[in-house]
């Protein structure tokens, strides 16, 4: 959607969550979060999510990156696509 595709240096490099982490902590990031919060701008909190932003969602196995549609958030979970309410986000990043 940006034009840019910030996976494209980790595409086919990793095969675990672990090992993706491993990666991006070589490159500096201390996670996906960080990754995405390195090249895309934070909402201020008073903003609204819109659809196609990515919003940080607190799991039981950490934070994880989804896609805002409406008041909902898609998170791809462990072995499903699950659906969060947007309310739930820690921080929603702006997806131009």
């Not at 991006?24 to 996670?31: E, F, S, T």
């Not at 990754?35 to 819109?50: Q, W």
Request: charged share 25%; glycine share 12%.
């Amino acid at each position: 959607m940006t034009g840019v595709d910030l996976a494209a240096p980790y595409r086919g490099r990793y095969t675990t969550e672990r090992g993706g982490i491993r990666i991006l902590r070589k490159d500096g990031y201390r996670d996906h979060v960080a990754l995405a919060a390195a090249h895309l701008r934070a909402r201020d909190a008073g903003e609204r999510a819109v659809p196609g932003d990515l919003a940080v969602i607190p799991t039981e196995t950490g934070p994880a990156l989804g896609v805002v549609q409406g008041a909902n958030v898609y998170v791809l979970g462990p072995d499903r696509l699950a659906l969060k309410p947007v309310l739930s986000a820690t921080t929603v990043f702006e997806v131009l």
